[in-house]
């Protein structure tokens, strides 16, 4: 093993010995080099005041090289706000800018420890970092049934780890925070089990509100009390879109510094947040009392990125960086969230207003992109294709009998017609 990565895991094990034991294979030998071309080129920015030929880009007139097709509609920016690479954690005032949002969003995390966000290439990317930090093969990823299905390719196909579901509603349509209690402690015998929560959910859009935030913090402690060391990621892809009776901030506030067998994991980003999916900025966070361990767990996270995507983007940090920063930034992100809520609220009246009969039940929803319905009597992708191929309807088809409506990108003008539609196709197939 790379001395440096010897070091990183022994400052983890003084730091936090559980940290270390939750480390994949692949988590205890990576490293982020410190002799490398990256080190080398950062020390001769520094020093190197004649020439510099260390770091692989053009440069020209004193600035980085460029075309004048492209500058030119970038004009607002400076170039080297945009050409050279980007460092690997991300753009430094980025990362302070977003930790700085973080706190003042999540009240509970005041007089946490916690480190500095590090930039990702959007959330997916996040999720990757911690599949490949963490999950072995075999190891336990829980979720609920209800899901993003790219957490199978992320942590079961690409890592090989267990994928466990529980269900994600009690028959009385809450979070079911037993579910996961009972599926957490299953793994004892393992004693190592990985978390997702994903709130706002995709596909439905619910969010716990703060009972039962609290439920599923005290069923991820017991789990730690019973000697379960447990990685919990908070996939906040949807944070902020919280419209009604629910939590208004991550879980990970909360198990910030709660036990020392629990590693919480932020995973969030500009993507959803501030309507950007094609710029794929995105953050990763952890939790730890030790100072030491979080920065073993950046450097670690560094290593990963330097070794797949090098770093991210420059142009589209700078850009959500002079964004985060414009003093008209919140009157503009609270305008969009209010078209957000709007269309929900429509979309419940529509649903609770009685006009579409028994065809269907829906699954709460309070918060982020999408609603799922529950069909009763035909299936969904029949529907689906139905909606597709005679009235042009495009909606997502989720095993039997769920189908997810992004109520997102339809003006809340159109969503009476939207769901008469869908109604109507529900009734061509039920009577034939």
């Not at 919990?232 to 629910?246: H, I, K, M, Q, R």
Request: charged content about 25%; hydrophobic content about 40%.
């Amino acid at each position: 093993m790379n001395p440096l990565a010897e070091q990183l895991n022994e400052n983890l094990k003084a730091g936090n010995a559980h940290l270390y034991e939750m480390l994949s294979t692949l988590g205890k030998e990576i490293y982020f080099p410190k002799e490398g071309i990256l080190s080398q080129s950062a020390e001769a920015a520094s020093h190197a005041k004649k020439f510099n030929a260390t770091i692989g880009i053009a440069t020209e007139n004193g600035g980085p090289m460029h075309l004048a097709v492209i500058q030119d509609t970038l004009s607002a920016y400076k170039p080297q706000d945009l050409y050279p690479y980007a460092p690997p954690a991300g753009k430094p005032e980025l990362r302070s800018v977003w930790r700085e949002k973080m706190i003042r969003e999540n009240p509970s995390l005041n007089g946490k420890s916690f480190g500095n966000p590090v930039v990702t290439n959007a959330l997916t990317h996040g999720l990757s970092i911690v599949a490949d930090l963490f999950v072995d093969e075999g190891d336990a990823v829980i979720y609920p049934d209800k899901n993003w299905e790219n957490y199978e390719l992320t942590f079961g196909i690409r890592r090989h780890g267990y994928i466990v579901n529980y269900p994600l509603f009690t028959e009385d349509m809450k979070f079911n925070s037993e579910g996961l209690r009972e599926t957490l402690l299953a793994q004892k015998d393992k004693g190592k089990a990985i978390v997702i929560l994903n709130f706002p959910n995709n596909p439905t859009g619910y969010t716990p509100g703060a009972k039962e935030g609290e439920q599923i913090v005290a069923a991820i402690q017991e789990a730690a009390e019973a000697g379960i060391n447990v990685v919990v990621v908070t996939d906040d892809a949807y944070f902020g879109l919280f419209f009604e009776n629910s939590l208004s901030e991550s879980l990970f506030g909360k198990l910030a510094g709660l036990h020392p067998r629990i590693l919480p994991v932020k995973v969030d980003g500009a993507t959803k947040e501030e309507y950007v999916w094609g710029f794929r900025v995105g953050f990763i966070t952890f939790a730890a009392e030790s100072k030491e361990a979080l920065t073993a767990l950046e450097q670690k996270t560094l290593g990963i990125i330097r070794a797949t995507i090098s770093s991210g983007a420059h142009p589209s940090q700078t850009f959500i960086l002079q964004a985060l920063k414009s003093p008209d930034f919140e009157a503009q992100k609270e305008e969009k969230f209010h078209v957000m809520k709007g269309r929900a609220n429509k979309v419940k009246s529509l649903l609770d207003s009685g006009k579409y009969g028994d065809v269907w039940e829906y699954y709460p929803f309070n918060s982020g992109y999408f609603m799922c319905l529950k069909l009763k009597q035909v299936q969904a992708e029949a529907v689906r294709q139905h909606l597709l191929h005679e009235y042009g309807v495009g909606t997502i088809a989720l095993g039997d009998h769920d189908l997810r409506i992004a109520f997102s990108c339809i003006a809340e003008d159109n969503l009476e017609e939207l769901f008469d539609i869908i109604y109507k196709a529900v009734l061509d197939l039920q009577s034939k």
